[in-house]
């Protein structure tokens, strides 16, 4: 039954994303905030299809995510699903291009193969939107990535390939981290949502909670800092073990201006993971 | 800053018909159904798109449709946006091909075009997915759309194209009258959703409820009678002027079964129109 392309399921799953619910401190099906709703999250995932097709069909990985932000960002509300697309373009291409489909040594055969160019067309995206980073070490100014396009003599004077520049990020970065690495939380993820049963949008809801309860989200560690996103996580585990309403996490994360975004971009991740692998919805 | 093609903005348009909340009676971001839910939907949207695309490059309408049910077929809740689609593959198709842009008579074109061919293809439709319909009167037993392909030997037979097709269930079915009539309801439910202003979600509903508070659901009709379905554009009406509470009307068609889904089918329409000229998410 399952005849969509891995672009297709690479949509499906940022849609499937943003529906379940509750995902405390994101934005959800039953949660938004006024300028950042939950119809954008709708038209930045169609936006990104075009350069999804690309990674499909095995174009660079830096021009299919450059692509990707620029149709994603055809909406007014700015970055809705930066993090999430950075994960999803090289699964994209894993599945579709290599002999043995979609794995962890496959996606980390991808963004190994990564280049100069591609981490040049990476800074390009970031042209394309306003995403929230922290100030790089001081010997790292020249590839802050709010330089954009003025970051490429530096990057080609160092020959950084893409995954040059993930691995500088590592350390801070969730999604950096999923790529060098081979995308242990994403599989890991998709295992989960695989396992439970009922309906799609409930268990990622429920893979994105264990995901936070088990790992500060980077995001939080940029807005904030190291103790809150550690106490969100536990919050995240009481609400996991029924100590407490998610719902009512949800809204206290609203009210405190916590957003575990690197959280959600995984279970997106995993989500087209699992749709890979025959989750039917 | 709109560089979506027709047919992102079709399935978008698709996407946000169902991110509308209240629509009483219709699955929405809010309501849904155990058997289905809000993620099929977005499945069913997703799955589309292959065939939103070849009406987009001009292939015959009753072959994009056709491409268009069975990718949308391929999640477990079988219908969920037939009739949506059956309007905007036209729709699509005018809007890309035709050198004066999308309007009430480059639609009418397009569908006073289709061939018996076209025909055909509509009822192979019908083999990928089950469609609620009434019998037909007697004398088109042989063309009941739940003969599928076997239809097709009557309609070369009697030299049907698609648009004769719809005008015999015009007066039964308002996708169908749509088809004949130059889209009136279609093209003018989208005036309301560009002149009022807020969340596209919101507009959406509003229009919804204004279609259904104007004019009988046909799919309410061919479920129940008549009188149910006159009665249920009344309830709409007293909603729309505050009498009765929208979110309780919502409930109560849902207990009472009641689906205005061809009202929902032209709200997808109308979405896609303004999207098309210019409405910005």
């Known amino acids: 039954m399952n005849a969509r392309s891995p672009a297709q399921n690479a949509e499906l799953a940022l849609l499937l994303e943003v529906t379940g619910t509750p995902k405390p401190g994101n934005v959800d099906r039953h949660r938004e905030y006024d300028d950042l709703r939950f119809e954008h999250f709708m038209a930045g995932a169609v936006g990104s299809t075009p350069g999804l097709a690309l990674a499909q069909k095995g174009a660079a990985v830096g021009r299919a995510f450059e692509r990707c932000i620029a149709g994603m960002a055809e909406q007014s509300a700015g970055n809705t699903q930066f993090g999430a697309l950075l994960l999803l373009v090289p699964l994209v291409q894993a599945a579709s291009t290599h002999d043995d489909g979609l794995s962890s ?48 003599s530096t990057l080609r004077e160092r020959e950084l390939t893409l995954m040059d520049v993930m691995e500088l990020s590592a350390e801070i970065d969730g999604v950096a981290r999923e790529w060098t690495q081979g995308f242990p939380r994403s599989f890991g993820a998709a295992d989960w949502i695989e396992e439970s049963e009922g309906p799609i949008a409930e268990r990622a809801a429920d893979a994105f909670l264990r995901l936070l309860s088990e790992e500060p989200d980077t995001f939080i560690v940029k807005q904030h800092d190291v103790a809150t996103a550690a106490e969100a996580s536990e919050r995240a585990q009481r609400a996991r073990t029924g100590e407490t309403d998610p719902d009512v996490l949800a809204e206290e994360f609203i009210q405190q201006d916590i957003n575990p975004g690197t959280t959600a971009d995984l279970t997106a991740a995993a989500l087209f993971i699992a749709l890979e692998r025959g989750l039917s919805v």
């Open 105 to 152: 040594e496959s996606a980390s055969e991808v963004v190994g193969s990564t280049t100069v160019e591609d981490a040049c067309d990476f800074y390009r995206a970031f042209e394309h939107v306003s995403v929230a980073v922290d100030d790089p070490p001081s010997e790292l100014d020249a590839l802050d990535v709010r330089q954009g396009t003025r970051a490429a």
